[in-house]
């Protein structure tokens, strides 16, 4: 059954939004909105995003105070009003009740068919990135592994993936950490990276923040500084950035 092609695209466009929509609300107000799981049928909404977080308190003893000035400003940069935004917001399938009754599923696998909303995507990573002295992109599997690549080669770092147990062949360095409904592993090989790099964690989407946490702690355990975590999408009343703590997050879109 062709399931997700019966949906309209969500769009945040030039359409006026619907009553109740999440549409271009201000930050203070994302973090009050409704779970991921919606009524069936409804069709989730995706909203331009504003994600900047300063990380104030973090440890940065292996980062000089210039870099910590630059890496500050970077978080707390000019709001995002970037038109392709709005491409890539339009090219995300939603589906709901998948895999399970109440989820809303966002699909990027249709914004990838489409050229310039993929392109985009990375390009916009691309411009936040670029001369930041990042030397590492970790990116978590599966969707991570899309989008961390492309960013990696064209910001001159190396890409470390970050894989579900028993993957890796050499030895590893793994995290547990817990989602929605259980528990899961992440593991790294040791010797991807040295203390004192400069990395950026990349993932499709952050909900709970387990999976991106889980990220974070297995490059801060050898001594990597994780400059940002980026996500195509965040699902706003998952708490996931709760999770995260003090440490910033960047997102293109935003998803109830
Ligand atoms: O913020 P969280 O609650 O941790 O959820 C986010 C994670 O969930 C999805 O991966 P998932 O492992 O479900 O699917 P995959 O098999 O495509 O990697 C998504 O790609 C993120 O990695
Ligand atoms: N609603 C959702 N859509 C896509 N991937 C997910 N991972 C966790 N929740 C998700």
Not at 7 to 32: A, E, H, M, Q
Not at 149 to 164: C, D, E, N, S, T
Request: net charge positive.
């Amino acid at each position: 059954m062709m399931r997700g092609s019966l949906l309209p695209r969500c769009s945040n466009s030039i359409f006026p939004p619907p009553p109740n929509s999440n549409r271009l609300r201000p930050p203070f107000l994302k973090r009050l909105s409704a779970p991921t799981a919606a009524p069936s049928g409804a069709q989730s909404r995706l909203t331009f995003s504003q994600n900047y977080r300063t990380a104030p308190n973090r440890l940065r003893s292996s980062v000089s105070e210039s870099q910590w000035k630059q890496d500050r400003e970077m978080a707390t940069g000019d709001e995002l009003q970037d038109p392709r935004i709005a491409r890539i917001s339009s090219a995300i399938r939603v589906i709901p009740d998948f895999p399970k009754p109440g989820i809303m599923f966002q699909d990027i696998t249709t914004m990838l068919l489409d050229t310039k909303a993929f392109k985009d995507t990375i390009d916009l990573f691309v411009e936040r990135y670029r001369d930041k002295n990042i030397s590492v992109v970790a990116g978590v599997e599966a969707r991570g592994f899309i989008f961390g690549p492309p960013i990696a080669l064209a910001i001159g770092a190396k890409f470390v993936p970050m894989r579900k147990p028993n993957k890796l062949p050499g030895e590893v360095i793994s995290e547990e950490y817990s989602l929605e409904y259980g528990t899961d592993k992440m593991e790294m090989h040791v010797g991807a990276v040295e203390a004192g790099e400069r990395a950026l964690v990349i993932d499709d989407l952050i909900a709970t923040g387990g999976t991106l946490c889980a990220a974070v702690k297995l490059l801060e355990r050898v001594g990597v500084n994780v400059v940002e975590c980026a996500c195509v999408i965040e699902l706003l009343g998952l708490k996931g950035r709760e999770r995260l703590g003090d440490r910033p997050l960047f997102v293109l879109v935003n998803a109830t």
